[in-house]
């Protein structure tokens, strides 16, 4: 599985005088966990917001399985198959669990305006699908006895999970998960794990920013390591823990391991 | 599909046929007149409370789409376009229905649109101007689409006041009744006063389904999620824009729907629906009855447009609905109808405010 | 036209224009400190000129001799709309609790509604005039051929001392700075001991402060009527916008370019387009560049309250 499902190709995106992502080209291949990392401030949720059509590029492309979408609006990214989560949970607060999870069937669904003023038979239907296959997501991530409780009353982990069902609603191809470990603790952050991997095995991608250095080392099949918009590094874990650079971002140049005496 | 959302709309069948049954039975029929006025006004704070509620957009200029349907069905209907019968395209209009030939007061021949066409003409205007107008101004957040409805609301204002053909300060008058069917129209002559009740009262209740069942759609779900928060919502395949635009075109068809027939209903249209004051008065009904609740601006929509037209504000018109707008924002920003007595007399009593 | 006609006219613009300036600036100040847009910034200016207008007629009457009747007069309405404009701030805004934008928008607009009531009670609706300054309605100073009215040069040199005023004031008191302060970072400047909440009503005050002076000063070229306040804030907010919110200097630059374009406006047309010409502005600017013209693109997004 080496085709490759996400490309960019020297991104660049600055605001005002700060330079976030400055040339920037990876790839992502289709089936795989990969991950982005770099210490904070080193542009990787700007990369994603790049990525996902919240910001436009100054220069540079981003390709989806071949096709460009550089510069693309959010709607018509998720409608292509991309969807993310928020560093921030941004749940739809006073709307049930069911109903987040129900807006997540939105790209792949159709009754406009006029079909839902006058509640034509055919959106009935289509209402029973959204609504079962909202539940069936629900069931899978166990969040089911929760479906008609309000969003904003659960506890920070299952919030999380719910923007996770939201998400998979879309029926995505590529997932972009935007440090989706923060603020869980370990039992919690090896759910995670698991449920990342159950993903992938479903035949998502995944591309995910963390500062979880177990949780990147543990699951993820390549790393993207970005400092102050740059990339540094891209490779296979182990070879990333061994990579001079990176180690002198993160520890400063008194760790590198200097061959010459 | 859960049918408890069209319970409502029985109850408040029921509840107008037993008030006319009642004013009827009392001798007090007069009151019909009120209660039709006052319906059609609700029709513009139906569609702006989806705009407001539900797609979270501020319009403080919805009083100007209410003069475009109530302007353009007074001016079609009354322009006599005779001298020109030869243009060939009257000659097309004339199949169509749209022209009809009838009579002024004075006998004489006129040859003018026909209400329906006028009508059907006003809501498409009304329609294509909200396009175009929200294509720029939906984009603009907050204060500043505050302001740009606010200066639209305005150059209608200054349009109607200052245009002939609008009869300028004093509007359009001896608009001609809306033949709906056979002997069924909206007229404001007594002998008809009971059909044109219930004839509001359809056309409310026809646009309270409508909005009950977008609110329930997958549309109305989208428009919740845009309110709620907009990013996300355009992360899950949501095209925040258009669904914006298509709730600020229908509001504005809505409020359009509302002027045209109260201009058929009345015999007449000026200027001062079309004021910035009656923009805000819409805005105000809306916060009272609870920006999301459709039933609660509704009946507040009724209620304070009756007590309105029965004059008892008095001089202090203005003023209540200036007060209801401070008050409900201190004490009851999702609106009355939603809050709990107790909360209420507690926030009255206690100094709030925010940290 | 000759020189004299467009030199009149040009006074005459950059005078309305310069009032437009100075309820701009009254918008920014309360903007920049707190985020809101108060709808009511328009009464301010007709208040103070309505209290001056009373309080001339009744101080000569309490044995106030006629020439100090009238600086009296303005001097106490200042301070009455002063205290007013802290009165709102502290009766209504303060007790909003989860205030959003929409909700200010709102209960600004309620209050202003209310304090135009007010003024249609209490005076009624005719039209008023503080007397002029200097003068009469006939006097006129020359220059350069063209005859102004000297109230013009008392308009302009009112703005200019409260701009200077107003410059000094947060650039060099204490109290300045701490609005300036709450104005970039509200929690940053609470953490270091300044009462926001005091600078929020400061805000108000200040702005209705000079909103009010500015309101006796164009009063007796304009006249003055209760409901003038809403067209007042409308040309004041599109000068706001068209100079960028928060601005102030290029509030003043925004107002005079209003004002002159208006003034063009009526050289060559009829006076009823007047009106036309500062919504077409603000459509205009809202649609093409809400950031103003001289505010950088990034800051076209409103801040969050």
Known sequence: ?261 | MNLTRYIPILAAATLIITTQLLLSAIGQPFYMREITTSAYYALVVIGLCLLMGYAGQVSLGHAGFFAIGGYVCGAMTTCNLIDYRGAWLLTLARPAKLLIERQDLYGRNMLCFSPWGSFIIALLLAAIIAYLIGLPVIRLKGHYLAMATLGFGLIISRIVQGAKVFGQADGIYNVPPFQLFGNIQITGDSDYRIQNYYIAWAVVLAAMLLAINLVHSRVGRALRSIHQSEEAAHSLGVNTFQYKLGTFVLSAVFAAAGGALLTFYNGAISPSEASVMKSVRYVAIVAVGGMANLWGAMIMGIVLNFLSLRHKFGIYDEAVFGAILIAVMIFAPNGLLRMPRRELLQRFFSRRSYG | MNLPQVIQYCLSGITEGSIYAIVAIGFNIIYNTTGIINFAQGEFLIVGAMSAISLNAILPTLGLSEALSLPVAIVLAVMITTILGGLVELVFIRRVSNPSVLRLIVITIGISILIREAMLHIWDEKVRSLPYFTGNEVSTVGIFGAHISPQSLWVLGISAVIVAGLTLFFRFTAIGRAMRACADDRMAARLCGINDRWMVTLSFMLSAGIGALAGCAISPITQTQYDMGAPLAIKGFTVAILGGLGNSMAAIAAGLMLGLLEALTTSQFPVAYKEAVSIVVLLLILVFRPSGLFGRREMGSLRAF
């Not at chain 1, 972009?176 to 869980?184: C, F, H, N, Y």
């Open chain 1, 1 to 261: 599985m080496d085709e490759t499902i996400l490309e960019t190709r020297s991104l660049h995106r600055h605001f005002g005088g700060l330079h976030a992502v400055a040339d920037v080209s990876f790839t992502v291949d289709r089936g795989m966990i990969k991950g982005l990392i770099g210490p904070n401030g080193a542009g990787k949720t700007t990369l994603f917001n790049l990525i996902a059509g919240t910001i436009a590029p100054h220069e540079g492309e981003v390709s989806f399985r071949g096709r460009r979408i550089t510069a693309w609006k959010p709607h018509a990214i998720a409608s292509l198959g991309i969807a993310r989560t928020f560093q921030t949970t941004k749940l739809f607060a006073h709307m049930t669990v069911l109903e987040n999870v129900m807006v997540g069937r939105h790209p792949r669904t159709r009754s406009g305006f006029f079909a839902g003023m006058l509640n034509l038979p055919w959106t009935w239907r289509e209402h029973q699908q959204i609504q079962s296959s909202a539940m069936e997501i629900l069931e899978e991530l166990g969040l089911s006895e929760y479906a008609q409780e309000t969003a904003a009353n659960l506890s920070f982990g299952r919030q999380r999970l719910v923007e996770f069902a939201r998400a998979l609603a879309t029926e995505p191809l590529l997932l972009l998960l935007d440090e989706p470990a923060a603020g869980l603790n370990i039992y919690e952050t090896q759910e995670l794990a698991e449920l990342i991997r159950k993903i992938r095995d479903r035949g998502i991608t995944c591309l995910v920013v963390e500062h979880d250095m177990s949780l990147v080392m543990n699951i993820c099949d390549d790393l993207l390591v970005l400092d102050q918009g740059r990339k540094i590094a891209e490779g296979p874990p182990r070879a990333i823990q061994r990579d001079p650079d990176v180690i002198r971002i993160y520890l400063g140049d008194n760790h590198v391991e200097d061959p010459q005496p």
